[in-house]
């Protein structure tokens, strides 16, 4: 198959580098959200921070756009990091073909693969509070689950969508500590 062929084909199974790649972006945001090895992240942080990102425009992704009445701020975090790595840096530029496709694919994989729990739809509050208390072990255990599979979701979006199936790369966490 030629690069070409493959590049254009979005269901086929990902090579052991890029499931490698997905698999390193689910446990990086995994980890900065879940706070045991580094400081706690937001779910927005956690997804910027994942694709090495500037995180202050992903703080209003908190708990849903602060209120908890938004979507999800990692699913939203997700789109918006799509629109980093795949749109046009031109503010004057339309939609590329790249960013259309991969946001057509990664909405219908969200909706498909993204744990609702009790929920019927992805707003924040209708996520959380069947699960108790919002600083509770259960919210935030289900949160950080949900903020990793978002970015394997995003990181897959990429590599199926992007430029080149090479162009995205996880860098470790800084100031993260060795497991003992």
């Not at 493959?6 to 890029?18: M, S």
């Not at 600083?135 to 599979?149: D, I, K, P, Q, V």
């Amino acid at each position: 198959m030629s690069e070409n062929q493959r590049a254009n084909d979005h269901t086929r199974e990902l090579d052991q580098g890029e499931a490698k790649t997905v698999a390193e972006a689910r446990e990086k945001a995994y980890t900065l959200y879940e706070g045991t090895a580094v400081p706690h992240r937001s779910c927005g942080i956690a997804l910027a921070e994942t694709f090495a990102l500037a995180t202050t425009p992903y703080q209003s992704l908190r708990r849903g756009g602060i209120t908890g009445r938004g979507m999800c701020g990692a699913v939203r975090g997700g789109e918006a990091v799509l629109g980093e790595l795949l749109g046009d840096p031109d503010p004057t530029g339309s939609v590329t073909p790249a960013l259309r496709e991969a946001m057509i694919w990664y909405q219908e994989q969200v909706s498909q693969r993204i744990d609702k729990g009790e929920s019927p739809d992805l707003i924040c509050n209708n996520l959380t509070q069947p699960l108790g208390d919002f600083r509770g072990a259960r919210r935030h255990s289900f949160c950080t689950e949900l903020a990793a599979e978002v970015a394997a979701l995003t990181a897959e979006a990429v590599i199926r969508f992007g430029p080149s199936s090479d162009a995205l790369a996880i860098a470790p966490i800084d100031g993260e500590q060795e497991p003992t």
